[in-house]
Every structure is written in structure tokens, then in C-alpha cells.
């Protein structure tokens, strides 16, 4: 992931983000759009503004960037929440 790309899922709207999960699970456009009760035209343009703030090509490089970028910062808050090693337990 770039520079440009880590935290730009972060700028994802709610409807954005629902229509990414739903991406995530494979669903097409018009099944999104059945389930989200809007028209599939609405759908796709959710797609193109989610690869326009995420700087993705397609649907896939969309659901890898924000699947990384959700692992890192999941890695990232228990590294910091994580208690320190206390010197003597350690070792030399």
C-alpha cells in the first residue's frame, strides 16, 4: 500500500462503506442495490467514488487496498496497546 492509499478509507462515507462490504462479499451492482434499496446506476456510483478516494483501478485492487489497510491498523492498535516487556523479563 502507498503512502497516498494508507488512511483514504478513512475518507469513505457510511453508504460508501456498506456498499464496499457488500463489494468485499462479491455481491454484483444490482444486488447491492436490492439490498440497499437504491438503483444500481446509484451503486455504481458509490464504486466510482470509492476507487476515486481510495486510488484503486477496479473492484478487486479496491477490496485488497481497504482489506490491508484494515489489517494494518488492527496490527498497528494492539502493538500499541499491547503491555510493555518489562526489562528483566527479557533478558539480555
Known sequence: MTNSQSGVC?????REWQV?????????????GA????ESRTVERHIDHIRMKTRTKNRSH???????QAEYQRVAKEIVTAPALDREQAGP
Open 35 to 38: 439490498q440497499l434499496q437504491i
Open 20 to 32: 464496499l462490504h457488500l463489494v468485499a462479499q462479491g455481491l454484483s451492482s444490482k444486488e447491492i
Open 62 to 68: 479496491m477490496v485488497a487496498v481497504a482489506s490491508l
Open 10 to 14: 478513512a475518507k469513505l462515507t457510511k
